[in-house]
């Protein structure tokens, strides 16, 4: 109950903020919830040139990917230099030379599209493992690879079925088979465990 009110009371402080930060918002007296009203939605991207929402589209794929990419990257380094046994330390190695690949790969469609470069993410504290040790590392970091080539999977599916250039569904459809080659693997290391 008290978690309940607590949380109740954090809602009507944020409410108020809001409130007070925007002409748009209104409390209702009723409930004393604030709430957003939105402008009318802007039906001007309608009239935008085909190709530039193309590109737009393209442009976000490119950027989960060097994001979702470089937190891998920062991941599979971890696996180097701290798995216990030679045999993670060597599927990280290979999984980081596939992953350097691909941002090279990526920053190469971006040069030649002329692309923006997406601002790189933040990996100091990625690694949220970093406190454990030996097998517990390892266990804990193959899980890790498991549930984010998984995810990755899924994503560049998407992204195939999305990009309008054909470089990028290109990039895209030649990446599959190696995130699976790295999902396979790390599932082989998760059963010898």
């Known amino acids: 109950m008290k978690v309940l009110i607590n949380t109740f009371a954090v809602l009507l402080i ?11 918002s209104k409390t209702s007296s009723a409930t004393g919830v604030t709430t957003m009203q ?7 991207a309608t009239s935008m040139n085909k190709d530039a929402m193309n590109s737009s589209g393209d442009q976000g ?7 979702a990419n470089t937190k891998e990257i920062a ?6 230099t701290k798995g216990s046994t030679k045999e993670t330390r060597d599927h990280a190695s290979m999984m980081l030379k596939d992953h350097e690949a691909l941002k090279g790969k990526v920053k190469d469609l971006i040069a030649k599209k002329n692309m923006t470069m997406p601002s790189m993410p933040d990996v100091t504290n990625e690694v ?3 406190d454990k040790s030996g097998k517990e590392f390892d266990m804990a970091w193959t899980d890790k690879m498991i549930a984010d080539h998984e995810k990755l999977k ?5 992204f195939e079925g999305e990009a309008k250039d054909a470089d990028l569904k290109m990039l895209v459809t030649d990446t599959k088979p190696v995130v ?5 693997m790390a599932k082989m290391m998760k ?3």
Not at 61 to 67: A, E, F, G, P, W
């Open 75 to 80: 991941w599979i380094t971890a696996g180097v």
């Open 154 to 158: 899924t994503t560049l599916t998407k």
């Open 38 to 44: 939105t402008a009318p939605a802007d039906t001007s």
């Open 191 to 193: 059963g010898k465990m």
């Open 180 to 184: 699976q080659k790295h999902l396979d």
């Open 61 to 67: 794929i490119v950027n989960d990917l060097v994001d």
């Open 128 to 130: 949220s493992i970093n």
């Open 14 to 24: 944020a409410g108020s903020v809001i409130s007070c930060n925007d002409d748009n």
